[in-house]
């Protein structure tokens, strides 16, 4: 009786051991909607969560069709030519130097650690980031630096349009979004006043298609203003671990 017992018991440790092993951990992007009105101004935001992902940069339009890709949007500008990534650019298998039109901000991505800082600060982190060959790197305007507002006069007088930002809060990498149309200060304001420490901009405009992948592994497309989204040239990517 005794054999049969431990015969039993080692089996269904065995088993136990088998599903272990073969439990996956599932990747998916996560999307809230917060909604914030304020003095009859609809100042809402859409945040997308990577949940069990890692962030990446690429110039490889192919590579967001890969399967383990659960977020994928433009971060960089685009060229007035359409052609080229404004400003220092390291992704998945490139590395990029343009002159910049006038960006403030760079984010370095290293495996789960992102930090968004001061252009003053470039040459160093893009130095890093080549040496390395594990860190991705990009350049934009600068929203919020360490709790502050970092003003953005790039866009002039333009008027209220679509904003998206590669933002952190609590030392978690977000995207966050406006639900609708805001000038860059109201974007600014709203994430702060949301909790977010830091903050680069990411291309919008006419260019801000991309998608996202629900835990349902649903694939939604996002973005409102689409006609140059033939001539996109870069994107941010949440990728399974």
Known sequence: MRKIILTLLICIFAFSGTNAQNKTIQSYC???????IQESSDLSLIVYEPVNCLLQLTSNRSVTENPNVCFAAPCAFTAKNYKEIVGRFIGTDTIIENPTEQETGLCTIDKEDIYIGDIK???????????SGDIFYFQQMLLINDGKRVECTIFGKQKPTFRRALAIKDGKPYVVESLNRMNISEFTDVMLQQGYTDAIYMDMGT??????????????TIGNLRQNTRYQTNWLLFAGK
């Open 30 to 36: 996560r999307c809230d909607t917060i909604q914030i």
């Open 121 to 131: 600060d470039s040459s160093m982190f893009y130095y890093n980031a080549v040496q």
């Open 207 to 220: 260019w801000s298609e991309g998608f996202f992948v629900s835990e349902n592994k649903e694939k939604t």
